[in-house]
């Protein structure tokens, strides 16, 4: 990974390998649990009290209601998004979302949970693969820009 590329984010990778477990020498489970290796990545957002924004964002992976057939630019409003520029997928992403879904895997053992926050605690990435036997179980998100609502 090119560390030029990572400096701006906050990254943590976290991987829930698919063996059921067993002791190590020191009788330790060798299972990792996403919830004890991030607790709560939307501490930071939440923090922050931001209710009104911009993002633009794409979805390629998967089938599901989130994928986007490029860029789509949704303006949030006391958190209720509304599409912009782009043409609207079925499930509109806003930030609040995207935390219920990382929440969601963590929470439901994903095999694979992938994300970096930006300076405001913003998701800028996220993948999400449930089971890695399956196809087309995957969710993923690229936010290429985001920009908080002044108040008043």
Same mark, same amino acid.
């Given at each position: 990974m090119n560390a030029g590329r990572v400096a701006p984010f906050l990254v943590?990778?976290?991987?829930?390998? %698919?063996? +059921?477990?067993?002791? @190590? !020498? !020191?009788?330790?489970?060798? @299972?990792? #649990?996403l919830a004890q290796a991030?607790?709560?990545?939307?501490?930071?957002?939440?923090?922050?009290?931001?209710? @009104?924004? #911009?993002? +633009?964002?794409? %979805?390629?992976?998967?089938e599901n209601g989130w994928v986007t *057939?490029?860029?789509?630019?949704?303006r949030v409003i006391g958190g209720l998004p509304e599409v912009v520029d782009g043409n609207a997928p079925l499930e509109v992403a806003t930030? *609040?979302?995207?935390?219920?879904?990382?929440? !969601?895997?963590? !929470?439901?053992q994903a095999e694979v949970v992938e994300y970096e926050l930006g300076p405001m605690g913003v998701p800028t990435r996220i993948k999400i693969d449930w089971d890695l036997n399956?196809? @087309? *179980?995957?969710?993923?998100v690229d936010i290429k820009a985001f920009q908080a609502t002044p108040a008043g």
């Open positions: 943590i990778v976290l991987l829930v390998s %698919s063996c +059921t477990g067993g002791a @190590d !020498e !020191e009788g330790q489970s060798g @299972d990792i #649990t991030s607790p709560n990545p939307s501490a930071k957002w939440a923090g922050l009290g931001v209710g @009104d924004y #911009t993002m +633009t964002y794409s %979805s390629v992976c998967g *057939d490029g860029p789509v630019t949704v930030v *609040d979302l995207l935390f219920a879904v990382l929440n !969601e895997a963590q !929470e439901g399956a196809v @087309d *179980d995957e969710f993923c």
